[in-house]
T-cell receptor, first 111, second 115 residues
Framework: SQQGEEDPQALSIQEGENATMNCSYK?????LQWYRQNSGRGLVHLIL?????REKHSGRLRVTLDTSKKSSSLLITASRAADTASYFC???????????FGTGTRLKVLA | EPEVTQTPSHQVTQMGQEVILRCVPI?????FYWYRQILGQKVEFLVS????????KSEIFDDQFSVERPDGSNFTLKIRSTKLEDSAMYFC?????????????FGEGSWLTVV
């Protein structure tokens, strides 16, 4: 079954540093989305990248997608304490419209 | 940003009781989803709904679960006879259409505690 796996599972950095999180998946996809979740809260959409795209930017966020390796990365530049959250990738397999979530990366940004 | 609204935000129920969780989708969205997240675990797909019928469901979504759109606006998840292991955060999510690249927007969740 398709499953996203993020690594690292947990990441702790100093404010101002960059944070990189990776996501791997198993089957062909249409799209990959990244979400942020603050503790006990809902899922906030960050970026959607289509299978025919290789890189997307949004503010301090940069997402790459390598379909040959079935992997994606999320880079947060110049991190802030407010970026502390869990980050999930979610993929939809070709032929389906449901998104399957990865296990998430817990990011802690120290002030 | 458009919002998906869920109620209640938190519900405590006795084991064996029926629970209905409600969601108001974004107004022009056509695809609806329910996900759940057990405390500390990953977000799990339950069911997707389109054109007044279930389009996909997971193995978690067994006979004790049902979904409907009773009045054309609300989208509900019913759990007929709750079990302790149903305790989780339940998220409603909606998507505009069938085109590739539609973002799925999530609500803030309904936290269900079964005691």
């Amino acid at each position: 079954s398709q499953q996203g796996e993020e690594d690292p599972q947990a990441l702790s950095i100093q404010e101002g540093e960059n944070a990189t999180m990776n996501c791997s998946y198993k089957t062909s996809i249409n799209n990959l989305q990244w979400y942020r979740q603050n503790s006990g809260r809902g899922l906030v959409h960050l970026i959607l990248i289509r299978s025919n795209e290789r890189e997307k930017h949004s503010g301090r966020l940069r997402v790459t997608l390598d379909t040959s390796k079935k992997s994606s990365s999320l880079l947060i530049t110049a991190s802030r304490a407010a970026d502390t959250a869990s980050y999930f990738c979610a993929t939809d397999a070709s032929g389906t419209y449901k998104y399957i979530f990865g296990t998430g990366t817990r990011l802690k940004v120290l002030a | 940003e458009p919002e998906v609204t869920q109620t209640p935000s938190h519900q405590v129920t006795q084991m064996g009781q029926e629970v209905i969780l409600r969601c108001v989708p974004i107004s022009n969205h056509l695809y609806f989803y329910w996900y759940r997240q057990i405390l500390g675990q990953k977000v799990e797909f339950l069911v997707s709904f389109y054109n007044n019928e279930i389009s996909e469901k997971s193995e978690i979504f067994d006979d004790q679960f049902s979904v409907e759109r009773p009045d054309g606006s609300n989208f509900t998840l019913k759990i007929r006879s709750t079990k302790l292991e149903d305790s989780a955060m339940y998220f409603c999510a909606t998507r505009e259409g069938q085109a590739s690249g539609n973002t799925i927007y999530f609500g803030e969740g309904s936290w269900l505690t079964v005691v």
